[in-house]
Every structure is written in C-alpha cells, then in structure tokens.
C-alpha cells in the first residue's frame, strides 16, 4: 500500500510518500506561513504526483490556519483519488523524531498561542502518558518533564529546568518521519487538535 503523510500544523511544512511502510520521497522546509501555496505543488514534485491508497494528514496542535489547510488538502485528494483519509497527533510525530535519535520517553514542548507551550509526554511505546495542555512558559517548567524533551521550545524549557544538554532535540514535525509513529494513534474522526480555545469570543447577550 502506497501512503502520503502531510504536515502543515507548525511553520515547517512536509510531505512524504510510503511505500509497504518503506519512504520513497518526501520534502520538507521551514516556511513559516504560506502552507496553502506551498503544500500542493511540494506534494505534486512527489513520485507519481503523491498518488497514494491512502492519506494521513496532521491534526495539530498548532497553527489554527496550517491546520485547516492540511485537512482541506488531505480530504481534496482522498475524494480525488477515492482512498481514505486518517488523522494523527503532531506532537506524537515530534516524540517519534525523538525516538528515532534514541529517546525512550520523551516530553514535547512546542510552540503554542499568546506566549504559551503545547506540552505532553509520551512514552517508550509513543503513546501518550498524558492529555495536552497548554501551559505558559512559568506552568510547563513547574511540571516534571521526561528523559527527553523535544520540539521547537525543548532548549527554552530544558534551560528553565536545567535538563541536560544531551537530552534535548530540538525539532519541528517532518513527515518523513511518519513511519514512527504507532498505530494506534491514527484516527478516522478529523477533528482539528487545536490544544486552546478559539481567540474569538461569541458576543454575550
């Protein structure tokens, strides 16, 4: 079975494409905005223009906008292509990063909104130990962090706790490293993991 893992929740921005679980292409960069002009034509410069039997897609947390293109993508060629779509947890996919450079459990420490870190840790298995939160800076440094901490703000929260330095990876999700990631974290339900409320409000009455 071929399968194309899309990326799109942080400002980096990757595909892949799988072959019987074995990587045969894939592209990754760190473009900060712009997901919606550079995803389709990164996906187009795959094998066979990503043409895959099924499509896994990130769903966050992270950029609320990133997020919603990556769907609205997976969900387009799953219809063009008539093959299923399934959903993953991006902080579950920094953990699997962690994993593949020798980490056994692993706290993930990413950016998040208004000043404040998406953080969960996940075990040998790269299961969840834990619900996501998101925490400020000064919250996610009172928590007790794992053997490992990775993600965009690992070095910031390993220099708040004094974790060791080799302790640290410092990452953004990649799509490459799809194959990592269990199973049994792959969800038919694409509901955005957006990790905080929504910053507007409903006017009260």
């Not at 094998?47 to 039997?53: H, I, L, T």
């Not at 980490?103 to 619900?131: I, K, R, Y």
């Not at 694409?190 to 009455?205: E, F, H, M, Q, V």
Request: aromatic fraction near 4%.
């Amino acid at each position: 079975m071929r399968l194309l893992a899309i990326e799109t929740a942080t400002e980096a921005c990757s595909v892949a494409l799988f072959d019987e679980g074995r990587p045969i292409g894939g592209f990754h960069e760190t473009i900060g905005r712009g997901h919606a002009e550079k995803l389709v034509p990164m996906i187009a410069r795959l094998k066979n223009r990503g043409r895959a039997d099924m499509v896994c897609v990130s769903l966050g947390p992270g950029s609320f906008t990133g997020v919603r293109i990556g769907l609205a993508t997976a969900r387009a060629l799953a219809i063009a292509w008539n093959v299923p779509v399934r959903g993953y947890p991006t902080l579950a996919l920094v953990a699997a990063i962690a994993r593949n450079q020798g980490a056994s459990d692993v706290t993930v420490c990413m950016n998040g909104g208004h000043g404040e870190w998406f953080v969960q840790d996940f075990g040998s298995d790269g299961l969840p130990l834990c619900e996501l939160s998101s925490l400020t800076p000064e919250h996610a440094a009172q928590r007790a962090a794992r053997a490992t901490i990775a993600g965009s703000r690992a070095g910031d929260l390993a220099t708040m706790i004094g974790h060791p330095d080799d302790r640290v990876v410092t990452a953004l999700p990649d799509a490459s490293c799809f194959g990592a990631l269990p199973e049994a974290l792959l969800t038919d339900q694409l509901s955005p993991l957006y990790g905080r409320g929504p910053d507007a409000k409903l006017p009260t009455r």
